[in-house]
């Protein structure tokens, strides 16, 4: 059984979409050109041809018999082309060794099934029909061999009088079909006093029992002062997951040191073929950790299979469905349309997903990674947080590891809108990251236009009065220089030395007292046409605002006043790029809405920081070829299980005597209450 359907354990209207279609729609023409004439054709995303508009808003809750069940009403119509519960056939059938799958649909009641597919372009046809009446058992064998650049398969319920309940359904793999391998995998969770959303997270794994068939353990590396144990209803989450929690504390050492934490006690385990790792401020779906586990077994050759992730508070919107490293100045991104909203459009209303996308690198939000892979690359890079996923497969692909994001399987995830990590502490992570990854992958001479591009960002920042992310900024790439010798030191002291830096600046420190917000004037916003959004200057226009606004953000002295008090205030989501500028002192509201920053232009900070912007990106492109032996060089020592070890126990990556008596006395029944602190794990005491 290679994908079960099924349906939410606690339905929430706004998730629904993604597992069934029981509304009416319609599509409206729209105007085209001959762009999107081709776009469309080609199974791209198009800005124009038709839309899509639904005709009904169904509260299809009442239709839910549990976790795997349906009742369809008489004369009515559901569709299963959602994202969690269609077949993604193009995705397996380009991976995979099946070359066919198989539908089983348990029914009772009158009705019809119609399988249907797709194809790369979103050309839909019906591929059989069959009436049902009674308690019946359906079975469709279904080839796999015509969707190699797109795709997908499934079936609608036709309901007749009294109507129709479908029982069950499962995809299976035929029985002549045998996967390169039958492995199961361990969980490894990275969480830092988030203990309530990591409950939630380990409770939600729990909740499944074919799911927890295929896990041995689930390690919860925690890196905070507040102990995961005393969040509430921990015990609750531990006794469900049937003695597979681990709990191990650690120092602080980022997504980094906590995921090779958990790399590394699979693989000293021997326990487990995969390691799937999962960010603790996530929801999952727990059929889709089965899912990516059967995919990999299923895979020619050891694959890292990743999930997408979904708006945690806008349950319907996925993130991308394909992210990418462009080559030409080395950034990370999605090349799929990001915040789609399936609720607004769903699988059978958008054709671009219906194409296959195949990807440089999925996020660590969900990732399963063979051990044997771990093994033979080793663990994440000592990057503390930012890029170490899309370093990791990018080294993976170097050993010939292919990377697949696997629609099917996701976490919904605190989307990037509610919060914005390139303005705060994390801003020192994502340039160096960025541009020790560059050093160790990109095959552009000098690094192609990356210079250019950060240069480009500085500029923005500064232009912005964000002088601290500058700051940040300059301060990575001189870490850089100083080679990568220290990348594991910096794991415990870079981050205090980052926010000491952050403190000397004014926009650093968020204002929180709304009484004293209240005193600033908003900026005034002309909402009277929503669909006249000023794009920004671009073009000629582009470059006289430019020298306008470095010439006055240069020379122009700040009023007296101004630098006394902010002058306006500016929702988080009106300060754009080309609209800071303009003000001399300004609030910015914080993307969680939390607070409020104080940014006050400085001609002379301005100054001297373009200046050594300049200077620091183009000592990095004279530097480059040293630099990228520097880096290529120690890559291996940087990421092996043994430098990982040392810096997280002092330990080797072989199993030293404590771990493996401890997890001997796991395997006897210690039931998940234990924890492992400094590479020995302790017994908790029981619940009460």
Same mark, same amino acid.
């Given at each position: 059984?290679?994908?079960?359907?099924?349906?939410?354990?606690?339905?929430?209207?706004?998730?629904?979409?993604?597992?069934?279609? #029981?509304? *009416?729609?319609?599509?409206?023409?729209? +105007?085209? =050109?001959? %762009?999107? $004439?081709?776009?469309?054709?080609?199974? /791209? @995303?198009?800005?124009?041809h038709t839309r899509s508009v639904r005709l009904t808003d169904l509260d299809a809750r009442g239709m839910l018999r549990g976790r795997r069940g349906l009742d369809v009403p008489a004369s009515s119509t559901v569709s299963l082309a959602t994202y969690f519960n269609a077949f993604p056939a193009s995705y397996w059938s380009r991976w995979t060794s099946l070359e066919a799958v198989t539908l089983?649909?348990?029914?009772?009641?009158?009705?019809?099934?119609?399988?249907?597919?797709?194809? #790369?372009? *979103?050309?839909?046809?019906?591929?059989? +029909?069959? =009436?049902? %009446?009674? $308690?019946?058992?359906?079975?469709?064998? /279904? @080839?796999?061999?015509?969707?190699?650049?797109?795709?997908?398969?499934?079936?609608?319920?036709?309901?007749?009088?009294?109507?129709?309940?479908?029982?069950?359904?499962?995809?299976?793999?035929?029985?002549?079909?045998?996967?390169?391998?039958?492995?199961?995998?361990?969980?490894?969770?990275?969480?830092?006093?988030?203990?309530?959303?990591?409950?939630?997270?380990?409770?939600?794994?729990?909740?499944?029992?074919?799911?927890?068939?295929?896990?041995?353990?689930?390690?919860?590396?925690?890196?905070?002062?507040?102990?995961?144990?005393? %969040?509430?209803?921990?015990?609750?989450?531990?006794?469900?997951?049937?003695?597979?929690?681990?709990?191990?504390?650690?120092?602080?050492?980022?997504?980094?040191?906590?995921?090779?934490?958990?790399?590394?006690?699979?693989?000293?385990?021997?326990?487990?073929?995969?390691?799937?790792?999962?960010?603790?401020?996530?929801?999952?779906?727990?059929?889709?950790?089965?899912?990516?586990?059967?995919?990999?077994?299923?895979?020619?050759?050891?694959?890292?299979?990743?999930?997408?992730?979904?708006?945690?508070?806008?349950?319907?919107?996925?993130?991308?469905?394909?992210?990418?490293?462009?080559?030409?100045?080395?950034?990370?991104?999605?090349?799929?349309?990001?915040?789609?909203?399936?609720?607004?459009?769903?699988?059978?209303?958008?054709?671009?997903?219906?194409?296959?996308?195949?990807?440089?690198?999925?996020?660590?939000?969900?990732?399963?990674?063979?051990?044997?892979?771990?093994?033979?690359?080793?663990?994440?890079?000592?990057?503390?947080?930012?890029?170490?996923?899309?370093?990791?497969?990018?080294?993976?692909?170097?050993?010939?590891?292919?990377?697949?994001?696997?629609?099917?399987?996701?976490?919904?995830?605190?989307?990037?809108?509610?919060?914005?990590?390139?303005?705060?502490?994390?801003?020192?992570?994502?340039?160096?990251?960025?541009?020790?990854?560059?050093?160790?992958?990109?095959?552009?001479?000098?690094?192609?236009?990356?210079?250019?591009?950060?240069?480009?960002?500085?500029?923005?920042?500064?232009?912005?009065?964000?002088?601290?992310?500058?700051?940040?900024?300059?301060?990575?790439?001189?870490?850089?220089?100083?080679?990568?010798?220290?990348?594991?030191?910096?794991?415990?002291?870079?981050?205090?030395?980052?926010?000491?830096?952050?403190?000397?600046?004014?926009?650093?420190?968020?204002?929180?007292?709304?009484?004293?917000?209240?005193?600033?004037?908003?900026?005034?916003?002309?909402?009277?046409?929503p669909s006249k959004v000023d794009a920004g200057p671009s073009g000629i226009r582009l470059g006289v605002w430019l020298a306008r606004q470095v010439s006055r953000h240069s020379l122009a002295p700040v009023p007296a006043t101004r630098s006394a008090h902010p002058t306006v205030h500016l929702a988080f989501q009106d300060a754009r790029w080309f609209v800071v500028p303009t003000h001399d002192s300004v609030l910015v509201s914080r993307a969680d809405g939390s607070g409020a920053t104080w940014h006050l232009r400085e001609p002379r900070r301005f100054r001297r920081m373009l200046a050594d912007s300049a200077r620091l990106n183009l000592a990095y492109r004279?530097?480059?070829?040293?630099?990228?032996?520097?880096?290529?060089?120690?890559?291996?020592?940087?990421?092996?299980?043994?430098?990982?070890?040392?810096?997280?126990?002092?330990?080797?990556?072989?199993?030293?005597?404590?771990?493996?008596?401890?997890?001997?006395?796991?395997?006897?029944?210690?039931?998940?209450?234990?924890?492992?602190?400094?590479?020995?794990?302790?017994?908790?005491?029981?619940?009460?």
């Amino acid at each position: 059984m290679v994908h079960r359907v099924v349906f939410p354990e606690h339905p929430d209207p706004r998730v629904l979409p993604l597992y069934l279609d #029981a509304q *009416a729609w319609t599509s409206l023409p729209a +105007s085209a =050109d001959a %762009a999107a $004439d081709l776009a469309r054709r080609r199974g /791209l @995303p198009e800005s124009s041809h038709t839309r899509s508009v639904r005709l009904t808003d169904l509260d299809a809750r009442g239709m839910l018999r549990g976790r795997r069940g349906l009742d369809v009403p008489a004369s009515s119509t559901v569709s299963l082309a959602t994202y969690f519960n269609a077949f993604p056939a193009s995705y397996w059938s380009r991976w995979t060794s099946l070359e066919a799958v198989t539908l089983r649909v348990r029914t009772s009641g009158t009705g019809s099934i119609t399988v249907l597919r797709s194809n #790369a372009r *979103a050309v839909v046809q019906v591929v059989e +029909s069959v =009436d049902v %009446a009674g $308690d019946t058992t359906s079975e469709f064998e /279904l @080839p796999l061999t015509a969707f190699l650049d797109g795709g997908w398969l499934w079936f609608d319920l036709r309901a007749g009088a009294p109507g129709l309940t479908m029982v069950d359904a499962d995809w299976l793999a035929p029985e002549s079909a045998s996967p390169r391998t039958t492995g199961t995998a361990s969980i490894a969770i990275t969480t830092m006093d988030r203990g309530a959303m990591c409950v939630e997270l380990l409770s939600g794994i729990g909740s499944d029992a074919a799911a927890l068939e295929a896990i041995d353990d689930v390690w919860v590396v925690d890196q905070g002062s507040t102990p995961v144990e005393n %969040a509430p209803g921990f015990d609750v989450a531990r006794d469900r997951l049937g003695g597979r929690l681990r709990v191990i504390q650690q120092d602080n050492l980022g997504g980094s040191g906590g995921f090779s934490r958990g790399m590394l006690e699979a693989v000293r385990s021997q326990r487990s073929e995969y390691v799937l790792l999962l960010d603790d401020d996530a929801e999952v779906e727990p059929e889709g950790i089965r899912r990516a586990i059967e995919f990999a077994n299923f895979a020619r050759t050891a694959t890292i299979v990743g999930g997408h992730m979904f708006d945690m508070y806008d349950r319907a919107k996925l993130h991308a469905l394909a992210e990418v490293v462009r080559p030409h100045d080395f950034m990370w991104g999605p090349i799929t349309p990001g915040r789609h909203d399936l609720g607004d459009a769903n699988l059978r209303q958008t054709p671009w997903l219906h194409r296959r996308y195949d990807v440089d690198y999925n996020g660590w939000w969900m990732c399963l990674i063979p051990v044997s892979v771990v093994r033979e690359v080793g663990a994440s890079l000592p990057a503390f947080i930012k890029w170490d996923d899309a370093e990791y497969s990018l080294r993976a692909r170097a050993a010939g590891v292919p990377t697949v994001s696997l629609p099917g399987a996701a976490v919904w995830h605190v989307s990037w809108v509610d919060k914005d990590d390139s303005h705060d502490w994390q801003a020192f992570f994502h340039a160096r990251n960025r541009l020790v990854t560059a050093l160790l992958h990109s095959s552009e001479r000098g690094g192609g236009r990356l210079w250019r591009a950060n240069l480009a960002d500085d500029l923005k920042h500064l232009l912005t009065m964000d002088y601290a992310t500058v700051a940040l900024r300059h301060e990575a790439i001189r870490s850089v220089f100083d080679g990568p010798e220290g990348l594991h030191d910096d794991l415990r002291t870079r981050l205090p030395r980052v926010r000491e830096l952050g403190r000397g600046f004014r926009e650093w420190q968020p204002i929180r007292d709304r009484a004293a917000l209240a005193r600033v004037p908003s900026g005034r916003v002309d909402a009277s046409d929503p669909s006249k959004v000023d794009a920004g200057p671009s073009g000629i226009r582009l470059g006289v605002w430019l020298a306008r606004q470095v010439s006055r953000h240069s020379l122009a002295p700040v009023p007296a006043t101004r630098s006394a008090h902010p002058t306006v205030h500016l929702a988080f989501q009106d300060a754009r790029w080309f609209v800071v500028p303009t003000h001399d002192s300004v609030l910015v509201s914080r993307a969680d809405g939390s607070g409020a920053t104080w940014h006050l232009r400085e001609p002379r900070r301005f100054r001297r920081m373009l200046a050594d912007s300049a200077r620091l990106n183009l000592a990095y492109r004279r530097r480059w070829s040293r630099l990228r032996s520097q880096y290529r060089d120690a890559i291996t020592d940087l990421t092996s299980l043994d430098a990982w070890a040392a810096t997280l126990d002092g330990g080797t990556a072989t199993a030293t005597a404590p771990v493996e008596e401890a997890i001997t006395s796991a395997r006897r029944g210690l039931q998940g209450r234990d924890r492992l602190v400094g590479g020995a794990i302790v017994d908790l005491p029981p619940s009460s």
